[in-house]
């Protein structure tokens, strides 16, 4: 194809053939300002009389259009800037051209003074008009403006998709499917008055009310936002607004991202859930952000999940001087470690990432980790967190979330840690299940070891007493979107399949939360307390799951199927409630909750076992679990965790089966 092999040819080529055709354009645009003040009778006559003319003016012009850098400029981006520079070039080489005609009047015969004025619109015209129709051509758009002809519309199998935002982004993501030629935009939405009805970058602009107008008129099919600088509250009621229409909604990426250059305008995506909630987060404080990180040796258990991760991002802008990622899951943490190296390598950060592979139940290897780098703060979301799979592996979450904190709590306290951040959540709350029970128990070890300054470490059996200057606080929230585990990605992926949309239970409700959110309040709660704090974090208002998939089914483009509306196109089935699964999640045992310094972070005052206690309940579940005895499992945590009320019987799957064996 033509285009193609324009494009591949070497850039000096493409010069070359951009001086000739321009000597071409400039010689014809002479001649042709000759025809337009004498007449078509003698057309050979500017050659003949004036043939000097036409060796001065390619002379003149070409010299200023490179110093123009007329010959630079990329054809298919070519932009204001470069209609511009066109515009100085053949204005001043036409005055340049008169000059020579007044200083020549003498010596042959006399040139129309009209002459030089017809040159120069002509010559601005043709040097001006074929680079737009061939920045039209290279883009591949060469036959938008026919189609657009009402009788020469033709369907290109592109999908059409209309706008929503005709500012600097909407304009931008325009130019950019127009040059991808993926889809075909065909309108703009915008709410400015000033703007609505006319013409911007070649399509109309409409305004919301018009919506549906606006599909019976250019068939449009998917609507992408282009409105990356709106509050989360401002996109969450165009979201309701676009709810009804038949229409995939679509997004270009936030501000944010835009400005730190990881996505480009036209990086199309989903629309946010987090658009869906419509909370603006509030902006981090930057004094509790670094308090526990700059200049310090800070290390991130389970490094690699979906809150650890994050919060190592979130770390690495902090300044620390060395970052340890410690995870059990050897892809987990090279995804990370990759992730974070070339960050580092990117923004050229003072600091030395140290990935290690471990397990938190390995009191060795914490006390080895932490005392090697001098670890200054622990971030400890290393946690089994998936409630129906906790519920039938129950040793694994005894062992993983209540042995683990133990043993990196006491590791902290061994290897002089100075602060020692807990993430937990919401399911410690009257929990239905053994995962809420384990993270409980969890916070409950760090309130106890909070008020000894000197204890005796649980499985000392010499009864050393080892001084205590960790500062223990807990940060208790609800899910994240996004996470492992989250219904949001299992819900794409079915609207995705065709449906059905799986929801447990019609009036079930969770709090929700993106990950980098939750993280800078983590980090900043951590920042606060005197040692023993359980935080929560202000989770907004609780979302219906019923609720979220429709609206999620609606802005995918489609209808919900029910019995009510049969011909719909995706179905929401009620499964039931998984094994130890709430309606209802709750962020306080108690109602004694305190205000702090952050709006976005309160105070919760829950009660709590002394350690010596506390360490007979420990070893006898640690001992129950060793046995197998479930039982006894359930009992201690109905008698230590406050609230717990396991739904049914809780039965671990390998036990079981070994019970079934003759």
Not at 96 to 119: C, D, G, T
Not at 458 to 486: C, E, I, P, Q
Not at 611 to 624: I, N, T
Request: aromatic share 8%.
């Amino acid at each position: 194809m033509l285009r193609e092999r324009l494009l591949r040819l070497p850039r000096r080529y493409k010069r070359m053939l951009q001086v000739v055709t321009d000597v071409f354009l400039v010689w014809l645009a002479l001649w042709l300002s000759f025809v337009v003040r004498l007449g078509a009778d003698d057309l050979t006559y500017p050659f003949r009389v004036h043939a000097w003319l036409f060796i001065a003016a390619p002379l003149i012009a070409i010299p200023l259009f490179i110093r123009f850098g007329m010959y630079r400029a990329v054809m298919r981006y070519l932009g204001n800037d470069a209609l511009i520079a066109i515009w100085k070039a053949v204005t001043i080489s036409a005055l340049v051209l008169s000059l020579v005609v007044y200083w020549n009047r003498s010596v042959v015969e006399a040139v129309p003074r009209s002459l030089v004025l017809n040159y120069w619109w002509l010559s601005l015209l043709m040097v001006g008009g074929l680079r737009l129709a061939m920045r039209q051509y290279f883009m591949g758009d060469w036959y938008s403006a026919v189609q657009a002809m009402p009788f020469f519309k033709q369907d290109d199998g592109l999908t059409k998709v209309a706008v929503y935002g005709a500012g600097t982004a909407g304009n931008q993501l325009v130019a950019a499917l127009r040059l991808g030629r993926a889809m075909r935009p065909v309108a703009f939405i915008d709410d400015d008055d000033e703007i609505a009805n006319r013409v911007i970058a070649g399509l109309r602009v409409f305004k919301p009310k018009h919506i549906q107008q606006m599909i019976e008129e250019t068939g449009a099919q998917e609507i992408l936002l282009a409105i990356p600088s709106a509050s989360r509250a401002r996109r969450r009621e165009i979201l309701g607004l676009l709810e009804p229409y038949p229409l995939h909604v679509r997004s270009v990426p936030g501000i944010i991202d835009l400005a730190n250059g990881r996505v480009r305008v036209d990086d199309i995506q989903e629309v946010d859930i987090a658009d869906l909630l419509g909370r603006d987060p509030v902006a981090p404080r930057k004094e509790l952000l670094e308090h526990c990180i700059r200049g310090q040796a800070v290390m991130v258990t389970g490094a690699g999940g979906s809150i650890g991760s994050e919060l190592c991002r979130q770390i690495l802008t902090c300044g620390p001087t060395v970052m340890v990622l410690f995870e059990h899951c050897e892809f987990n943490l090279y995804r990370i470690h990759q992730e974070l190296e070339r960050r580092i390598r990117r923004e050229s950060l003072p600091v030395q990432l140290v990935p290690i592979l471990g397990s938190v139940r390995s009191a060795e290897r914490l006390l080895e980790v932490l005392g090697s780098w001098k670890i200054n703060t622990v971030y400890h979301a290393a946690a089994y967190k998936h409630v129906p799979i906790v519920e039938h592996n129950i040793s694994e979450g005894v062992l993983n979330n209540v042995l683990g904190t133990l043993q990196a709590a006491q590791a902290s306290i061994q290897a002089g840690v100075q602060n020692f951040v807990l993430i937990s959540t919401d399911k410690a709350v009257r929990p239905t299940n053994v995962m809420g029970g384990t993270k409980r128990l969890a916070e409950m070890i760090l309130q106890a070891l909070s008020q000894e300054q000197a204890p005796v470490l649980f499985g000392d059996k010499a009864g050393v007493h080892h001084v205590n200057k960790t500062r223990f606080t807990m940060v208790r929230f609800g899910n994240v979107l996004g996470s492992s585990g989250s219904v949001i990605p299992l819900f794409r992926e079915q609207i995705k399949r065709g449906g059905p949309v799986t929801v447990t239970h019609p009036a079930i409700t969770r709090y929700f939360m993106t990950i980098p959110e939750a993280a800078q309040l983590v980090i900043q709660a951590g920042s606060m307390g005197r040692g023993g704090d359980v935080f929560v974090l202000d989770m907004g208002q609780p979302v219906k799951i019923l609720e979220l998939a429709q609206r999620m089914i609606h802005l995918s483009g489609l209808s919900v199927r029910s019995e009510s509306t049969p011909h719909g196109d995706i179905a929401i089935e009620f499964s039931g409630l998984r094994p130890g699964e709430k309606l209802y999640e709750e962020l306080l045992i108690g109602d004694d909750v305190g205000t702090t310094e952050h709006p976005m972070i309160m105070k919760a005052n829950e009660e709590m076992l002394p350690w010596d206690a506390f360490k007979a309940v420990l070893g006898s579940l640690l001992k129950a679990v060793e046995r197998g005895d479930y039982a006894q499992v359930r009992m201690l945590l109905r008698d230590s965790v406050n609230g717990y009320c396991p739904d049914g019987d809780i039965v671990d799957l390998v036990h079981q089966q070994r019970r079934m064996e003759p």
